[in-house]
Each structure stands twice: as C-alpha cells, then as structure tokens.
C-alpha cells in the first residue's frame, strides 16, 4: 500500500510539473515622439493606441508615454493599466485612457530634444514587472535621438525576450538628401536591440501591426 501511495504521489508531481505556467498575456509600452514637426504626426499614433485598445483582452497591459525630454522620467507617462477581467471595469478603464491620449494629442507641443533610449529603459522596466508572456515595445517615432549636452546614452540595452517596433519611421530632411542616414540609423538601433536580447522590426503599415500583435 505504501509503494502505490508513493507512486501516485510521484505521478501527481510529474503532472504537476508539466503544467504549462508560461503567461498568455500580453503587454505594450507606446513610446511616442513629440520632438520638432513630428507632432503633426500624433493622429496616426492616436489611431494605434485606440485599435489596441480595441483589441486588447482582460490581464493584457497597456502603456503610453512621450518622448519629449533630454532626460526620460515617470512624468513622461502620459497613462498605463492593466486590464481588469470584468468586462464592465476593463471599459471604463479603457474610456478612461482613450481619454487620456485625446488630452494629450489636443495639447502637445513640439519639444527641442527626443531620449529615445531613456523611454526604453522605462518601457522594459514597466513591460517586465507585468510579468506578460508576450512584450513588446512599439516607438512612434524618426528615431533620431537629440539630447541635452553632457547626456550619455551610448551603452548596451539589456531586452531580452522583448519584442521592439518601429512605427511611421519617417524620413528626415537629411535622409532625403542622403538616404544612407536613414537606413544607418535604423541599423543602429537594431543592432542595440538585438545585441541587448530582443527582436526588432519596423512597420509603416498598420496592416502588418496588426497581424503581428494577433501572434
């Protein structure tokens, strides 16, 4: 009796040890540019942060900041979340940050430097303690990084299992005389994400944001 008592409790933690505890939720940190003319471009970030609002289900987290400082802070957030399982709640809350980002296109302002790589550090921070099976970071922006002098930000980006988008990559005055700067910067940045342990993409096409979130 006592050898099938210990055989089934064996059995009970191999069961028990082959449940699949890897999280099926997703969650999304919106890094987006407010830097010069690109403000002109926020009713396209706009449409993204409502079709992922729409499509977003209960546990899923959702974040959205600016880049708009030489030195990215908590400030920078403009609203996150984490959906709650109540359909009823989770409405609201996304009421509530459709709201948000309306207050915040209807008022933002060009600003004078982009830290694109401080919103970064933040995204991961945020996207890691949400403890999401699927993370991604997508960057609304032309990613060209202007800082304040004396502001370092040349140092490897530790973002493993995180997936990074590039969105409306739009080319600059500079890139149209020589295009070479386009697409040395945007090898730039992936070479930093992919030697920091993530994956990166760039995507103009809204189409294709969509196939690759339903993933």
């Known amino acids: 009796m006592q050898r099938i008592f ?4 064996i059995l ?7 449940v699949d505890s890897t999280s099926h939720s997703q969650s999304i940190f919106m890094l987006v540019d407010t830097s010069g003319t690109y403000t002109e471009e926020l009713s396209k970030a706009q449409a993204i942060i409502n079709y992922l609002l729409g499509t977003l289900q209960p546990g899923d987290s959702l974040a959205v900041a600016q880049i708009n400082t030489g030195s ?3 400030k920078n957030i403009i609203h996150k979340v984490t959906f709650d399982g ?13 709201q948000k980002v309306d207050d915040f296109v209807a008022a933002a302002k060009g600003s004078a430097y982009t830290d694109i790589t401080g919103g970064v550090l933040q995204a991961v921070e945020f996207l890691n303690e949400t403890g999401a099976g699927k993370k991604t970071i997508l ?12 502001y370092v930000r040349d140092f490897p980006i530790q973002i493993s299992g995180i997936d990074v988008v590039a969105l409306n990559v739009t080319k600059l005055r500079q ?4 295009p070479r700067k386009y697409m040395d910067r945007l090898e730039e940045w992936k070479k930093r994400v992919e030697s920091g342990g993530g994956t990166w993409r760039v995507i103009n096409d809204l189409d294709r944001l969509e196939r690759i979130l339903a993933n």
């Open 86 to 98: 109540r359909p009823s709640v989770a409405n609201e809350q996304k009421r509530v940050f459709r």
């Open 139 to 150: 960057v609304f922006s032309d990613m060209e990084e202007d800082l304040k002098k004396g």
């Open 72 to 74: 990215f802070t908590e």
């Open 175 to 178: 890139d149209v005389v020589d």
């Open 6 to 9: 210990l055989s089934i409790l």
């Open 12 to 18: 009970l933690t191999l069961l028990t040890g082959c």
